[in-house]
């Protein structure tokens, strides 16, 4: 089954990621880590903006929670796929191609487990009775949450996303393939208005 890939801004690639053979695959890995690597900036940038949306105005309003709630909703989406899949098949097939890297790999799932822990967190905070302090603390965990999500993802594009196309096998790369979701099409900071 191939996955179709949806750019954020609607645009659809048709390459396909399963593919057979030598040639094949390694296009299909492309297309894959392409994939991956968009996902990783469609979340920081919706993190940017509601970012720079906090720092623009200390005080907080209706407009900040509702999109804190969709920048929360899409990380929740993108751990249950894309973070689930780099747990699931990415990192143990990089680990049985590439053993020594074994202290690489489980610090970066490692982070997983964190990055889940820190959006349960706010996820929790924004149930409690609106205050000042509750503003504060929703400011700290996510401005922290943003801070783990960027190392991380500087660090796996470096160290993992270079070489797992050359390592992983055709069925690996469609395993992944087939654990992402269908990317959304429309940025929050469109459709929402994250400032
Ligand atoms: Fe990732
Ligand atoms: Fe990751």
């Known amino acids: 089954m191939l996955t179709p890939i949806i750019g954020r801004d609607g645009e659809r690639s048709d390459t396909p990621i399963m593919a057979k053979g030598t040639r094949g695959s390694r296009v299909g890995a492309d297309a894959l880590f392409r994939r991956l690597r968009r996902d990783h900036r469609h979340v920081l940038e919706q993190m940017d903006a509601h970012e720079a949306a906090l720092r623009q105005s200390k005080r907080a309003t209706a407009k900040h929670e509702r999109t804190l709630r969709d920048v929360l909703a899409l990380l929740g989406t993108e751990f249950a796929s894309h973070m689930t899949a780099e747990d699931d098949v990415l990192y143990p097939a990089l680990l049985a191609a590439l053993p020594a890297a074994a202290g690489s790999i489980e610090a970066l799932?490692?982070?997983h487990r964190e990055l889940r822990q820190m959006l349960q967190r706010l996820r929790e905070l924004l149930e409690e009775t609106a205050s000042p302090e509750r503003a504060e603390q929703i400011r700290v965990q996510i401005q922290d949450l943003g801070h783990l999500l960027r190392l991380h993802?500087?660090?796996?594009?470096?160290?993992?996303?270079?070489?797992?196309?050359?390592?992983?096998?055709?069925?690996?790369?469609?395993?992944?393939?087939?654990?992402?979701?269908?990317?959304?099409?429309?940025?929050?900071?469109?459709?929402?208005?994250?400032?």
């Open 109 to 111: 799932a490692a982070e």
């Open 153 to 195: 993802v500087e660090k796996e594009e470096t160290l993992v996303f270079r070489l797992a196309p050359r390592l992983l096998a055709p069925r690996e790369i469609a395993a992944l393939a087939a654990r992402l979701a269908p990317r959304t099409t429309e940025p929050l900071t469109r459709s929402k208005g994250v400032s």
